[in-house]
C-alpha cells in the first residue's frame, strides 16, 4: 500500500532534550515536506526536500533540521526542544515538486514539550 | 502570496451535492487549485486538482470560473465520512524554483443524516 509513515504518533518529552521524528514513503516520491498544525493559524510549511541531499526551509524553520540522505526517508530533528514546538506535525511527499502535483499526507506526529 | 477564501463552516444533508465555494482572485495563470479535506484525527488528504475545470473523479468535481478567480468543489453525493475540514489552496510558484501549498483555514463540513 502507498503510504507516507511517521514515527513516533505521540511524544511528549521535556525542553531541551533533543528528539526525531522519523518520517518514510514507499512511493519512490522525489518531494518530502514537514508541516506543523496549530489551531487558528492552519498548517505552516517548515522545511522541504526537492530530493536526495536537497532541502530548504519553509515558513517556520527555526528550531528544527532535516536531513534527506535517502530517497524514502525525511526526518525531522528537534535539537533543544521547547515549549512553542508543541505542535501537531505532518510529513508529506509527491512525485515532484510543482503545481500538478498532488501531496501525500502522513497521519501525523502529536508533539507535547514541556 | 496568492490566497484563497473559503466559508469557515457549511452543512450538508446526506445524500445530496454539496458546493463548497472558494474565492482566489489574485491567482496567476499558472497556479493549480487543489483540494485537500482533513478528517478529524488524521492528515489531509489530497481530493483533487486542476487548472480549469476539465477534471472529475467519482468524489468530487472543481468548478472553476472562467476568470479563474473562483471555484467550487462539488462533492457528488455527501456521507457522513465526508465530515471533515476542506481546504482550498493555490499550489503556486514561490520563487527561487519552488513551488508551495499554503492552507488557509479551510471550510468545516458538516453532514447531518
Known amino acids: 500500500e502507498a503510504q507516507v509513515t511517521q514515527n513516533p504518533r505521540y511524544l511528549i518529552t521535556v525542553t531541551g532534550k533533543k528528539l526525531t521524528v522519523t518520517c518514510s514513503q514507499n512511493m519512490n516520491h522525489e518531494y518530502m515536506s514537514w508541516y506543523r498544525q496549530d489551531p487558528g493559524l492552519g498548517l505552516r510549511q517548515i522545511y522541504y526536500s526537492m530530493n536526495v541531499e536537497v532541502t530548504d526551509k519553509g515558513d517556520v524553520p527555526e528550531g528544527y533540521k532535516v536531513s534527506r540522505k535517502e530517497k524514502r526517508n525525511f526526518p525531522l530533528i528537534l535539537e533543544s526542544p521547547s515549549p512553542n514546538q508543541t505542535s501537531l506535525y505532518f510529513c508529506?511527499?509527491?512525485?515532484?515538486?510543482?503545481?500538478?502535483?498532488?501531496?501525500?499526507f502522513g497521519p501525523g506526529t502529536r508533539l507535547t514539550v514541556t | 502570496d496568492a490566497k484563497t477564501t473559503q466559508p469557515n463552516s457549511m452543512e450538508s444533508n446526506e445524500e445530496e451535492p454539496v458546493h463548497l465555494p472558494c474565492n482566489h482572485s489574485t491567482i496567476s495563470g499558472t497556479d493549480y487549485i487543489h483540494w485537500y479535506r482533513q478528517l478529524p484525527s488524521q492528515g489531509p488528504e489530497y481530493v483533487i486538482h486542476?487548472?480549469?475545470s476539465n477534471v472529475n473523479n467519482r468524489m468530487a468535481s472543481p468548478a472553476i470560473a472562467e476568470d479563474r478567480k473562483s471555484s467550487t468543489l462539488i462533492l457528488h453525493r455527501a456521507t457522513l465520512r465526508d465530515a471533515a475540514v476542506y481546504y482550498c489552496i493555490l499550489h503556486a510558484y514561490s520563487g527561487a524554483g519552488s513551488y508551495q501549498l499554503t492552507f488557509g483555514k479551510g471550510t468545516k463540513l458538516s453532514v447531518i443524516p
Open positions: 508529506a511527499s509527491s512525485f515532484r515538486q510543482g503545481a500538478p502535483y498532488e501531496q501525500y
Open positions: 486542476g487548472l480549469t
